[in-house]
């Protein structure tokens, strides 16, 4: 491999990007995009209501939350290629438990230990690598580009997952996402992933305006600790800002083929689906732009505001004119979703912690989505809408852009400084 990676016409960095992006295709699908499809299937299947099918599944990620700062902190210590084989293995067979489950204490079991693997697979694996391959703001362009794989599953498998589930059922689609991740990830971790350019003989990959200047390892760079970042207020700012931002996203994806089913729409897996590709295809061209950018406080207000307007439009306008402002907005805008984490992780708490510090961030912003996917599915039991809920998620968003520009003012506090300082060379 190492004479491989001398001779490619391009960073080796980059080859890892393209191996993230169809990894995180796959994976994301199976525990992100098919979620909104298996929920009303399980739902009907089990005869139960859609609160406690929610629940189960939001447990499952409450504990995917939870050991998230572990699987980090593992990662910063001995890299991301044992985990991402690890959980080639794990979480395929996981996803065949749950498949075989006909009731939901098993289905509660299975993706809770969903759940638990799930960090060996994304999103922190192919981030940290990002960390690692690229240096300086193309930093910044690599963790945009790698999120491409989050939206392209659901602009790509979905539709198709859908229309196999017609025709079988939701554990044989939850099998075929097994099978996939097993044989995807498998082969990229144990022929692609090198943890760090060094193991090939390599530097990390920098831009025009980075190079000539002195590079360090991420873990010779500056870092906070998992432990520090706690203590900082630019931390709880960023948490709930998030937790906010992503109780909106998560929910709706949750919920939103439900929605559109209650609203009498009958297309809701197409209109997330068109959604997804408008990411997709987004993604790229402002992904490579992001190392333009010297903060990425504009960037989050911007994306937060654009959700917020294309749920509200939706919620006005259910027709044709309220789903193109929303598939415009929510793809557009989204496109710079999964960015955020380690773009304001990366920018104001440092690299050489990355994994831990990315795994408590998410511990905490998670609690938006719990509450706001239990809770959106709740009310509509009661009240056979999703009126509330969506209005709620659009209050949230707005009040997510409040908070995530307002980390900048906390990165600025005297006390935020003088710990940065004492955790490396602030460049």
């Given at each position: ?19 993230a ?14 979620v ?30 939870l050991?998230?700062?572990?699987v ?18 794990l979480?395929p ?59 392209l ?27 996939t ?49 706690l203590r ?9 800002g ?31 689906a ?29 994306v ?51 994994g ?63 710990r ?5 060379p602030?460049?």
């Amino acid at each position: 491999m190492r004479a491989i990676a001398h001779r490619l016409p391009v960073h080796y960095g980059w080859l890892l990007v393209c191996a993230a992006v169809i990894n995180n295709t796959v994976s994301n699908m199976a525990t992100f995009w098919a979620v909104g499809l298996w929920i009303p299937a399980i739902a009907d299947d089990f005869s139960v209501a859609r609160t406690p099918v929610v629940t189960v599944f939001m447990a499952g990620q409450a504990v995917s939350a939870l050991v998230g700062p572990f699987v980090g902190r593992y990662i910063d210590r001995h890299g991301s290629r044992g985990p991402l084989l690890l959980g080639s293995v794990l979480l395929p067979a996981t996803l065949v438990v749950t498949s075989l489950a006909n009731g939901l204490p098993v289905l509660f079991l299975g993706w809770s230990l969903v759940g638990f693997v799930r960090g060996f697979s994304q999103p922190i694996p192919f981030n940290w690598l990002m960390t690692r391959w690229f240096d300086g703001r193309q930093r910044q362009s690599a963790i945009g580009v790698v999120t491409i794989g989050f939206s392209l599953g659901g602009a790509t498998l979905l539709p198709l997952l859908a229309s196999v589930q017609t025709g079988t059922s939701w554990s044989f689609t939850m099998q075929i996402t097994a099978v996939t991740i097993l044989v995807v990830q498998g082969v990229t971790a144990l022929f692609l992933v090198r943890d760090r350019p060094a193991d090939l003989g390599l530097e990390p990959s920098v831009g025009k305006s980075d190079r000539g200047r002195r590079l360090l390892a991420a873990e010779d760079d500056w870092g906070f600790t998992a432990t520090e970042a706690l203590r900082s207020t630019a931390f709880w700012l960023l948490g709930v800002g998030l937790m906010l931002f992503f109780m909106g996203q998560g929910s709706v994806t949750n919920l939103g083929i439900d929605f559109f089913h209650s609203r009498g729409v009958q297309a809701g897996a197409a209109i997330f689906a068109v959604s997804s590709l408008v990411r997709t295809i987004a993604r790229l061209p402002l992904g490579m732009t992001l190392s333009r950018y010297k903060s990425p406080y504009p960037v989050g207000v911007i994306v937060a505001i654009s959700q917020g307007v294309a749920l509200a439009a939706l919620l006005i306008n259910t027709d044709t004119v309220g789903i193109a402002i929303f598939v415009a907005l929510w793809g557009v805008g989204g496109a710079f979703g999964p960015m955020l984490e380690p773009l304001f992780i990366a920018h104001v708490f440092g690299v050489r912690h990355f994994g831990a510090v990315s795994g408590s961030v998410a511990m905490v912003a998670f609690v938006g989505q719990l509450a706001g996917s239990i809770g959106g599915a709740f009310l509509f039991d009661l009240t056979g809408s999703y009126s509330i809920p969506y209005w709620l998620y659009t209050i949230g968003f707005g009040l997510s852009a409040v908070l995530l520009f307002s980390v900048r003012w906390a990165e600025r506090l005297p006390t935020h400084r003088v710990r940065a300082a004492a955790m490396g060379p602030v460049r």
